[in-house]
């Protein structure tokens, strides 16, 4: 045997051999990946700016969601619903009786305007018929003077006609100024009919006031709801910042809730086997205890991360990582954010272009 072929040989059998080693140790099949387990925290904060009056939480404490943690000074809040309520109640009180005399002013002048409009409308009866006997006595005073001058009547008819047409003038025109005081009544009548607009225009006014007031008290009434701060969600307190009695703003933190019923790993998978990796998937995930957990993957990055190779040479090209996320269960609240965990990823189920070498090149790089 040539000493080429021997060298050859010498290397099938040396990649048989690691290949055999790497897949019969306990991680032999898998690549492991070094993650970080994460959680949610919701940052506790209030939504008003007030004195801590109460804090029952401090660092470690189990709260559930819902559950009362904190309290700021109501004092001030409580006195302006008071005021703001007994504002209503006045604005309330004044508008009734401003309701009250629309309506007996609505009665009065509308009884004033029907009377003067009867009154008027009689007067003008009156008038008329007085008219007509002025234009009939007229007539018998005109044949009156003409039968005296014709020598066949006599002076005291004629006389007697012309007081006649005198008296009815006399009516007329009496009855003329009244139909004229009649109708400035109805004038009157109906403008004072119009103060129901200013009434009903004070009425609006004092309604929107009412309004107004009724929003200023649930405004207030809200923001005393708020001086209670409820735990957001269920979780153990990580960071306690504010503490009682000092003044704490709005959207300033008081507290910090970790969610460590909910925890998954973050691990980052090169591009490499990144497309073996399926949504659903459950992997095995390792504790630095040396415990073994399965958890599902939930969530795999669009982007590309930082490379975990980097071709300087530029000869071939940069292998870049992208995020994964597996939910792990945490029965007993053993596991918190921050702690190191081992993603254990199966290989792919084909090989790489370079086939077995390629494997265990990968097997050999640096970190693994």
């Known amino acids: 045997m040539s000493g080429r072929k021997f060298i050859a040989l010498l290397v099938v059998v040396f990649a048989v051999s690691l290949a055999i080693y790497l897949f019969t140790t306990p991680r032999g099949n898998q690549i492991p990946l070094v993650g970080i387990i994460d959680g949610n925290d919701v940052v506790v904060s209030p939504m008003i700016t007030g004195r801590l009056i109460r804090l029952n939480v401090d660092e470690g404490s189990v709260v ?3 559950e009362w943690i904190a309290e700021l000074d109501p004092s001030e809040l409580e006195a302006t619903v008071a005021a703001q309520t007994a504002n209503i109640n006045a604005i309330a009180s004044r508008v009734a009786a401003n309701q009250k005399s629309l309506a007996v002013t609505n009665d009065q002048t509308a009884a004033q ?3 003067a409009q009867a009154t008027v409308t009689a007067t003008q009866s009156q008038l008329q018929q007085a008219q007509a006997t002025l234009w009939r006595d007229q007539l018998d005073d005109q044949r009156a003077v003409a039968l005296y001058q014709g020598g066949i009547g006599t002076a005291q008819d004629r006389d007697h006609a012309d007081a006649a047409v005198r008296a009815d003038q006399a009516a007329v025109k ?6 004229k005081a009649q109708r400035a009544a ?4 109906r403008a004072n009919r119009k103060q129901l607009d200013v009434i009903q225009s004070q009425i609006a006014d004092m309604k929107a006031q009412w309004a107004q007031a009724r929003a200023l008290r649930d405004q207030a009434a809200t923001q005393l709801g708020y001086t209670r701060i409820y735990a957001p969600i269920d979780g153990i307190v990580s960071v306690r910042v504010a503490k009682q009695g000092e003044v704490v703003s709005a959207g300033s933190p008081i507290a910090i809730v970790v969610d460590v019923d909910h925890l998954w790993v973050r691990a980052d998978v090169e591009e ?3 497309d073996s990796v399926r949504f659903g998937e459950r992997l095995a995930v390792e504790l630095p205890s040396g415990d073994r957990l399965e958890g599902t993957v939930f969530f795999k990055g669009v ?3 930082f490379a975990t190779q980097r071709d300087v040479s530029r000869t071939k090209r940069d292998i870049k990582t992208f995020a994964i996320k597996i939910a792990v269960p945490n029965p007993g609240r053993r596991l918190f954010t921050g702690m190191t965990a081992t993603v254990l990823l199966p290989p792919p189920a084909r090989a790489s272009r370079s086939g077995w070498l390629g494997l265990i090149e990968s097997r050999m790089r640096p970190g693994r």
């Open 64 to 66: 559930k969601k819902g």
């Open 174 to 179: 009496a009855l003329e100024d009244q139909v």
């Open 303 to 305: 982007e590309g991360d």
């Open 113 to 115: 305007i029907d009377q």
């Open 186 to 189: 109805l004038a009157l009548a």
């Open 272 to 274: 490499t086997y990144i």
